[in-house]
């Protein structure tokens, strides 16, 4: 079945509201493995019939990247040209799959003249299995697998999201396996603070191998994130040990989507 | 005479206190404006939680439970100070002793027991300095004063518990030497006999108290003025420290208020590029070249750190060996802040000493090395904010000096360009929901 996806300006044109904006973000939109997370939770939406629309070509960077680098100018300069958008639609509440994009129209936008509601996708994933919209099959997809999970530090630390992820993994019939850091112990996986965008500072390891060995240490055949850029870094991790043929890095919304046979 | 001397002793000790949690304040001062006089309610809460309850050390049971031991013999202990304080002044005996009955009795058990618990606590915390060698507590900033400064600390500490032990133990052996039956305190009763009950002179017992006794109140007078030039000054920041901690979600970073001013103004475009901008918007600089730049906040974290080192060893850049450590950011950010502050007084408030906290003291590969995780605000136990002072110096070095490291130059050039940190053209963002 292919994607419903309607943009706000399409909707806005026909005269309709949606009740929820998905922010798909740069990584959802133009990285070629973050777009099956993205189309992974599109097909949640779609099944659950979920009323939302996206920005299409009228989004743009949070400024997240830029702020996290110093650059202030530019951070304001999007977040200003992003506010005017979101009004001018009267959007009022949102959901992103980034946690980078989460944490920036979550807290740094009220303070510059846009306020929403904004939720993880993780969040209102759980919020449609708890309402009875969506059911997982019974396929065993996941049965007696070993999943760990990895704490994005903008999801978890810089906004004390733990629990809605494991919960999702907990639906899974799988084992959640947790690493030795997690939770608000949890290790960066290097992505955070425009690192993704540059090479790592002279050292002795890079910190995704880090990451990855906690990840290794607990024998789980997947690790789940809900993160775009730790997506990156804890594949290019296993990759590091050549251990892609048995360990998977998977998003929280695949992981549904699979269990739900979407 | 003594009396007198003791006087003097108490004036000038609190005296000279006085004069130096002055210059702290002065240097604090020294910071830029912040208003953090919203929330008393959850403040306060913060406070009791995190400084007074300890909170955040238990992530860690051992030390935790060690510093427990040095901490509540600490506060508790400041009741017999009190008791001191009277003696001391009118030349009276344990002037409480009396009055309070069998209720001094417990209180004085209940701090010599606390005392014996810091005591051996004391031990352990310099066995894991100086013989196991923990790693947190060996880094490479924390060579030569740092380290001299930790050990001096628990030494002053051991020699304090070793007063109290030598005045009560010693009016204990005196009391059982004269009606065979003494103070009854729960330590004392069995460590005076111990050590002193061969001493069957009362003359001698009694001198042995009078030493205990002057060595214990000169070391807590010793100890209270050595804090302000040491990193044990988180006794006392620790409270407000917590007190006024940010309050908003970790990851929410400041927007700048004068950035915000001119990106209006350049995105309206009924704006007159020629007014004349407002005076009180402009700020002398972007982001914190020194700790002058810097908000009263950050030098008042500076002041509180004791340099445990939880956030270093939590933080992914130097774990991996790369040259930032959270801890050597707020160490740096106290010596300037001292150095200018010294200066300053000396010198007049608008000399300049030609250092900065950025160059003089953190290099750029420190700042680039942050991934901004918060892994070592999580960590402080008393809510510490070493990436604050991160990011502002980031933006001075972006925003003033245009020193970006150049695979982020190409970011933000296609964040301005095409709106995402790619080359990719709006016009493709939907593209995904067309391809298989």
Redesign the interface.
């Known amino acids: 079945m292919s994607?419903q996806?309607r943009?706000m300006a399409d909707m806005m044109a026909s005269g309709e509201t949606p009740e929820i904006l998905f922010w798909?973000g740069?990584a959802?939109?133009?990285?070629d493995r973050a777009?099956k997370i993205?189309?992974a939770l599109?097909k949640i939406l779609n099944h659950c019939k979920v009323n939302f629309a996206?920005?299409?070509?009228?989004?743009?960077?949070t400024?997240d990247?830029?702020?996290?680098?110093?650059?202030?100018?530019?951070f304001?300069?999007?977040?200003?040209?992003n506010i005017e958008l979101l009004n001018g639609y009267e959007v009022k509440k949102i959901v992103t799959a980034c946690p980078h994009c989460f944490?920036t129209l979550?807290?740094?936008y009220p303070?510059?003249g846009g306020t929403y509601e904004v939720i993880h996708h993780t969040q209102l994933i759980q919020d449609l299995i708890n309402t009875g919209k969506l059911t997982l099959a019974d396929n065993g997809t996941f049965k007696g697998k070993k999943i760990t999970f990895h704490d994005p530090?903008?999801l978890g630390?810089?906004?004390?999201v733990y629990e809605a992820p494991r919960a999702l993994i907990e639906k899974l019939d799988a084992a959640l396996v947790e690493m030795k850091r997690c939770k608000?112990?949890g290790?960066?996986c290097?992505?955070?603070?425009?690192?993704?965008?540059?090479?790592?500072?002279?050292?002795?390891?890079?910190?995704n191998?880090?990451?990855t060995e906690d990840a290794l240490e607990t024998k789980a055949g997947i690790i789940a994130t809900g993160c775009p850029f730790c997506n990156t870094m804890m594949t290019d991790g296993v990759k590091h040990f050549e251990k892609e043929e048995d360990i998977k890095v998977l998003d929280i919304a695949e992981l549904i989507a699979n269990a739900a046979d979407l | 005479m003594q009396q007198l001397l003791f006087g003097v002793l108490t004036l000038f000790s609190f005296g000279f206190f006085a004069f130096n949690l002055r210059k702290i304040s002065q240097n604090i001062h020294l910071g830029q404006a912040l208003d953090r006089s919203d929330n008393k309610a959850e403040r306060w809460r913060t406070m009791l939680l995190v400084a007074l309850g300890q909170k955040k050390m238990f992530?860690r049971p051992i030390p935790a439970l060690l510093h427990l031991a040095l901490y509540s013999a600490f506060v508790i202990t400041q009741i017999e100070l009190i008791e001191i304080l009277v003696d001391g002044l009118s030349g009276s005996h344990r002037f409480f002793q009396d009055s309070l009955g069998a209720f001094y009795t417990f209180m004085i058990s209940f701090i010599e027991l606390l005392s014996v618990l810091a005591f051996f606590g004391t031990l352990a915390f310099l066995a894991r300095r100086n013989m196991l060698k923990l790693p947190r507590l060996n880094m490479k900033e924390l060579a030569g004063w740092p380290t001299q400064d930790a050990n001096l600390i628990l030494i002053m500490e051991i020699v304090l518990i070793a007063c109290i032990f030598t005045m009560n133990g010693a009016d204990e052996a005196a009391l059982q030497l004269k009606s065979k039956s003494g103070n009854g305190f729960l330590i004392s009763s069995i460590v005076g006999p111990l050590f002193f009950g061969s001493i069957q002179d009362l003359h001698t017992l009694h001198l042995l108290e009078q030493i205990g006794w002057w060595g214990h109140i000169i070391m807590v007078y010793t100890f209270m003025n050595y804090l302000p030039y040491s990193k044990h000054l988180h006794i006392f920041m620790a409270f407000p420290n917590t007190y006024y901690s940010k309050l908003?979600?970790?990851?929410?970073?400041t927007?700048?208020q004068s950035?915000?001013n001119?990106?209006?103004l350049?995105?309206d475009p009924n704006a007159d590029p020629y007014a004349a901008a407002p005076t009180d918007a402009a700020p002398a600089r972007?982001?914190a070249k020194d700790v002058t730049d810097l908000t009263w906040k950050n030098l008042m974290d500076a002041y509180s750190c004791t340099e445990c080192g939880r956030c270093t060893s939590?933080c992914?850049?130097n774990?991996?060996?790369?040259?930032?450590s959270p801890r050597k950011i707020m160490m740096d950010t106290r010596d300037r802040m001292v150095e200018l502050g010294d200066f300053k007084r000396k010198n007049g408030p608008d000399a300049e000493d030609g250092k900065s906290l950025l160059g003089s003291y953190i290099t750029e590969?420190e700042l680039?090395?942050?991934?901004?995780?918060?892994?070592c605000?999580?960590e402080c136990p008393v809510n510490i904010d070493p990436l604050s002072i991160i990011?502002d110096l980031?933006?001075?070095?972006?925003?003033e000096e245009s020193k970006?490291?150049t695979?982020?130059t190409?970011?933000?050039t296609n964040?301005?360009n095409n709106?995402?940190?790619?080359q990719?053209a709006?016009?493709?963002?939907?593209?995904?929901?067309n391809?298989d």
Do not use: H
């Open positions: 994607l996806v943009t798909v740069c959802g939109s133009f990285d777009k993205t189309k599109v996206v920005l299409g070509s009228e989004e743009s960077c400024g990247p830029a702020k996290r680098a110093g650059n202030e100018f530019t304001q300069m999007q977040a200003l040209m944490n979550k807290n740094e303070g510059l530090c903008y630390r810089a906004n004390d608000t112990n290790l960066c290097g992505a955070g603070g425009a690192q993704m965008f540059k090479e790592a500072e002279k050292g002795n390891k890079e910190i191998i880090e990451r | 992530s908003e979600p970790k990851g929410q970073f927007n700048m950035v915000t001119e990106v209006k350049m995105l972007f982001g939590a992914p850049a774990t991996t060996g790369k040259l930032l590969e680039w090395a942050c991934t901004s995780c918060n892994a605000v999580q990011i980031r933006r001075f070095l972006v925003m970006v490291p695979e982020l190409g970011m933000l964040i301005e709106g995402a940190p790619w990719f709006a016009t493709e963002r939907l593209n995904w929901a391809e």
